[in-house]
């Protein structure tokens, strides 16, 4: 437990993100009606600058566990130390799962499971956080109306 774990995106997501919005950025670069405006070619420019550095992100991110903590994030890491936890929990969404942490200060630092081999991080997490404290399953969090006492009359 003295060395350290990375998890990432899948090495092929943020070049074949790339390639995908590159792609459609090239489409609308055609357009004569639209780069032929300076407005236009202004927004060419700022999308291709977005969508590379959406991909940038995709490819520096990244979870790395050691001993005691767990960072996370791409260019500015934010570390949780795992002795600091009060709650850990995985929630699953719409598409995807996440597990979601939370530390006696408020911070709350989440991972979702489509970084790469997601059940050994998960292990990983489990096995470093307090004894008294596994990551519990929870399912889809939908508020729900409970009657109350006065409103079965």
């Known amino acids: 437990?003295?060395?350290?774990?990375?998890?990432?995106w899948p090495r092929g997501t943020p070049l074949f993100s790339l390639i995908g919005l590159y792609a459609l950025g090239f489409l609308l670069a055609a357009q004569p009606a639209l780069t032929?405006?300076?407005a236009g070619k202004l927004a060419i420019a700022a999308y291709f600058l977005a969508c590379t550095l959406f991909c940038t992100y995709l490819y520096r991110f990244r979870v790395v566990?050691?001993?005691t903590s767990i960072r996370t994030g791409a260019f500015f890491l934010k570390k949780m130390e795992f002795a600091n936890v009060v709650r850990a929990r995985y929630a699953q969404g719409d598409d995807a799962g996440q597990i979601i942490l939370w530390d006696r200060n408020g911070m709350r630092l989440r991972i979702s499971d489509t970084i790469h081999d997601f059940g050994a991080c998960t292990r990983a997490i489990n096995s470093r956080l307090p004894t008294h404290l596994p990551i519990s399953r929870g399912g889809q969090t939908m508020s729900r109306h409970v009657l109350s006492g006065g409103d079965l009359v």
């Open 36 to 38: 032929n405006l300076f």
């Open 1 to 8: 437990m003295d060395d350290y774990a990375t998890y990432r």
């Open 65 to 67: 566990l050691d001993a």
